[in-house]
């Protein structure tokens, strides 16, 4: 009996991925434009490194994708395991090998700011992501702002990791983008009239608006500006106190010295506890 001869079969090549700076900003850049999700990537990359305290915690490692505990459980985390780590899947598994995750959300916050009209933020890599939730802090205590709380508490959670009054006023400028949700903090309302926007109005508005208190029906308090809607923490408001207040002033008058302060603040938040990070992925 004779046989027709096999066909030969046709391997598809290999693919090759292969990532550069450029193609990965680009990426983040149409993320962010297309989905306005820029404030959840700011506060992604802020909660993974914030839990650093007295040499403790760091470097950011984004712990938070493991949810059976840790970082990824924390009520002061509520909707990043799942609304930012959603938004950002399809890239981190474009790029997955290519580069750690926490370094893909250290440069998306970057990229969100500059989007949003803020500074433009340089990012260095290296940072090691963990393999379970063990690797992470095992309390947010201590580690993350409350914002039903004033001054005193502002100081234990900054003064630790090595920010002055000055980082503080800064870094609570990126109030300026963003909305409180009631689902995952339990306050509610955006800080400013346009919360895509990165800019001093967060300091201007603390100055120049009437806010009145309220309590949100998660029985949170917060203060409300009834004309535009707006509202603001009791951690914003104690920043109207000395000796806080005079960088308050500052930056609602000159964005251009915010920028600068808030830049350099952020750059040192986001490499806390990190050694040997390098200038390219």
């Not at 992604?44 to 949810?67: I, Q």
């Not at 459980?73 to 790029?95: E, R, S």
């Not at 603001?232 to 600068?260: C, G, T």
Request: net charge negative; glycine share 10%; with cysteine.
């Amino acid at each position: 009996m004779a046989f027709a001869p096999r066909a030969k079969r046709t391997v598809a090549p290999r693919v090759s991925m292969t990532l550069t700076y450029d193609t990965l900003v680009s990426d983040l850049t149409s993320l962010v434009q297309d989905k306005n999700c820029g404030p959840i990537l700011i506060r992604l990359s802020w909660h993974d490194a914030g839990v650093y305290s007295e040499g403790k915690g760091g470097c950011p490692n984004a712990a938070m994708r493991f949810t059976d505990g840790g970082e990824g459980a924390f009520g002061a985390n509520a909707g990043l395991p799942t609304v930012a780590l959603d938004l950002l899947k399809p890239i981190a598994d474009k790029y997955e090998g290519l580069v750690a995750n926490a370094d893909l959300w250290a440069l998306a916050a970057n990229v969100a700011i500059e989007v949003m009209g803020g500074p433009k933020i340089p990012t260095r890599f290296g940072r090691e992501d963990a393999t379970s939730s063990a690797d992470g802090v095992d309390s947010q205590v201590g580690r993350l702002p409350d914002g039903d709380k004033g001054v005193d508490h502002l100081e234990d959670i900054f003064y630790p990791k090595g920010f002055d009054d000055k980082d503080i006023v800064a870094l609570s400028g990126a109030h300026s983008v963003g909305s409180c949700h009631l689902d995952r903090s339990g306050f509610d309302g955006p800080w400013t009239d346009e919360p895509l926007k990165f800019d001093n109005a967060y300091f201007a508005d603390m100055l120049n608006k009437d806010y009145s208190e309220e309590t949100t029906s998660a029985g949170n308090p917060q203060f409300r500006n009834k004309d535009s809607g707006t509202m603001m923490l009791i951690s914003d408001l104690a920043l109207l106190e000395p000796p806080y207040r005079e960088y308050v002033e500052k930056y609602a008058s000159d964005q251009d010295a915010f920028f600068e302060d808030y830049a350099a603040a952020w750059v040192k938040l986001q490499e806390l506890g990190c050694d040997g990070l390098r200038d390219t992925l």
